[in-house]
């Protein structure tokens, strides 16, 4: 899963295990069997054309869901997405008369730009997502970079700052090295030499380019490294030949996606940096995740991904080009104890466990749900719409 994926399970996840019952609507997946511990709600859906792993859901379509879903009485529901799942969301909120609580994860107009080469169009769509974010009672963003940009998008309503945090937890010394030692094993990997991460989906616009390129000019420096990527996307065997075209078969490594988060976590262990140049990201959970592992993270500087991080106190900042990505590099494998330090204070500034955020996110539930003042002319209005839902 995504950050937002993940973002939505540790909700439903701790506040299932420690506040009441909780459950998530989300698409179907061919092939994939639920083992969570709290309840999933699936509806229908189809592969997105050029944006695997993401799908399209049919909801309307699907009759089973749909009656599921009308014998729940929710108290409050809190969509994610803006689009199918989030208009299911919006109409049961109405039809309920409930509150509804949106955030605002990711950079839509981007997405939008790689799939319609139409601004006129683009617009209109970024315009539907706000009609999305105005319908909904309560607006949160995981930080003030995120919030930016939805007021860049043209949104006029206020927002509030719900931070993310991470399922990783900080392992002892012992259990940190053994799953130093797996991890090595997992990417043949040796004592000494130095690893680098990448943790994400496989997307040009994660500036996954940038790494490679830094990657090959490092090898012909003469470097010895090993630079590890974990995950999927439609750019994955583009990366892939051209890391065969850099001559970088010994020193790259493509794990594709790993669920299993205890995989995850020996990966996370044998690393030395986890290398994240995105400038498409908001609020990245990786950051948090490898920071358990008192990994620090090279991030861009003025990026939304670089709020909060401070250079050589908890991560490194770079400008957004190869030379700068490459000098810094060059400087850690040179200075190990600054990678130590920074990754000492990644773990102390920056990772946040997702047991206490949702403490956090209870606590605003609960005010939310008091605060909430029914409309009933807007449960008229649209009951008829939402049976349909």
């Known amino acids: 899963m995504d950050g937002v994926g993940m973002t939505a399970h540790n909700y439903a996840y701790w506040l299932n295990e420690k506040y009441g019952k909780s459950m998530v609507v989300a698409p179907k997946v061919k092939g994939y069997e639920d083992t969570v511990a709290y309840k999933v709600h699936r509806f229908k859906s189809v592969m997105l054309p050029g944006m695997n792993p993401y799908r399209v859901g049919l909801p309307l379509i699907d009759v089973k869901f749909k009656k599921k879903l009308k014998k729940i009485k929710f108290d409050l529901l809190h969509a994610h997405c803006p689009f199918i799942s989030g208009q299911v969301a919006v109409k049961l909120a109405a039809r309920l008369n409930i509150p509804l609580v949106a955030t605002f994860h990711t950079k839509y107009r981007d997405d939008f730009k790689k799939v319609i080469n139409n601004d006129l169009f683009v617009d209109f769509l970024v315009g539907m997502t706000l009609d999305f974010y105005n319908a909904a009672d309560v607006v949160w963003v995981p930080n003030q970079a995120t919030g930016r940009t939805l007021k860049e998008y043209g949104y006029k309503g206020t927002y509030d700052v719900m931070p993310n ?45 940038l ?9 012909d420096s003469g470097l010895a490294f090993k630079m590890v990527f974990v995950g999927e996307g439609y750019a994955a065997e583009d990366m892939k030949k051209l890391a065969r075209e850099y001559n970088l078969r010994d020193q790259v490594v ?92 990644a773990r102390k500034t920056i990772y946040h466990p997702w047991e206490d955020i949702v403490d956090d996110v209870y606590m605003r539930y609960a005010e939310i749900v008091r605060n909430h003042q029914p409309s009933y002319s807007r449960q008229s209005d649209d009951d008829e719409e939402g049976q349909d839902s």
């Open 254 to 345: 493509f794990l594709g996606v790993i669920t299993d988060r205890m995989e995850l976590q020996n990966i996370y262990a044998a690393s030395d940096l986890l290398v994240f140049p995105s400038v498409y990201d908001n609020s990245p959970l990786v950051l948090q995740e490898a920071a358990a592992f008192d990994v620090p993270s090279v991030v861009v500087c003025g990026s939304s991904s670089a709020e909060g991080v401070y250079d050589g106190l908890n991560g490194f900042l770079v400008e957004n080009e190869v030379t700068s990505l490459v000098n810094k590099i060059s400087e850690l494998m040179q200075y190990p104890d600054a990678v130590k330090k920074a990754g000492e204070g």
């Open 211 to 219: 790494i490679l390129d830094a990657m090959k000019s490092l090898k």
């Open 165 to 209: 945090g991470s399922d990783m937890l900080i392992p002892e010394t012992v259990k940190l090295q053994r799953y130093r030692k797996k991890g090595m094993d997992r990417i043949d990997s040796v004592d000494g030499e130095f690893v680098m991460l990448f943790v994400g989906q496989h997307r040009w616009e994660k500036n996954v380019r």
